[in-house]
């Protein structure tokens, strides 16, 4: 077998309505077919034909890019999680001071419900952060306990919100060191 490479301005790659054009190809037309089911909402699959359960809520610190990716990535779920990223992950859908920000959370989550079918929350808050120290003050954070006892709070706030909201949701919800270590609160 052949194959011969040509440029796009060959009259088989021009659209209908271009000079020469043939208008839509059988490739094209293919490619249509192939794609159309992955438009319809349901049980959207990985690449690996997983399906997509899960969803991840983080914090926008840089510094956690890099040790949440490789939590999720060893815990098998590269590429099959949608995410939402805040200020403060928990901290940031239950804190009154981000009050404001609440909404786009649940909003983005009735959503990936929808498109993904999401039936587990995982919720990575982390150790020195800013949107905690902004919410709840710096003495709530001063000491390691404290800082704790903090993020607790705050993921039993999420949890008894998420309950609400979404009863039949799998909840976790941990607190991450900077180095990538991870202590879940039940």
């Known amino acids: 077998m ?3 490479t040509h440029g796009f301005s060959c009259a088989c790659c021009l659209p209908a309505g271009f000079p ?3 208008g839509v190809s059988r490739r094209a037309v293919l490619a249509g077919l192939v794609a159309a089911p992955l438009l319809i909402p349901g049980a959207v699959r990985a690449a690996d034909g997983a399906v997509f359960d899960s969803m991840l809520l983080s914090c926008i610190d840089p510094r956690m890019v890099t040790p949440v990716g490789d939590y999720m990535f060893g815990r098998g779920l590269r590429g099959k999680f949608s995410q ?3 200020a403060g992950a928990a901290i940031g859908v239950v804190a009154p001071q981000f009050a404001s920000w609440q ?5 983005n989550l009735g959503t990936s419900i929808k498109l993904h079918g999401i039936t587990r929350l995982i919720a990575i808050d982390h150790r020195d952060c800013g ?4 919410a709840y003050g710096e003495g709530a954070v001063a000491t390691r ?3 704790t006892e903090t993020h607790q709070k705050a993921a039993t706030a999420f949890r008894a919100e998420m309950t ?7 909840l976790e919800i941990g607190l991450m060191a900077l180095d ?3 202590e879940m609160f039940v």
């Open 180 to 182: 990538g270590g991870i």
């Open 131 to 134: 949107a905690a120290k902004i």
């Open 2 to 4: 052949t194959t011969q």
């Open 103 to 107: 909404p786009a959370f649940w909003d």
């Open 164 to 170: 609400k909201r979404q009863p039949t949701m799998k």
């Open 20 to 22: 020469g054009g043939k």
């Open 145 to 147: 306990a404290l800082e």
């Open 84 to 86: 939402f990223v805040i």
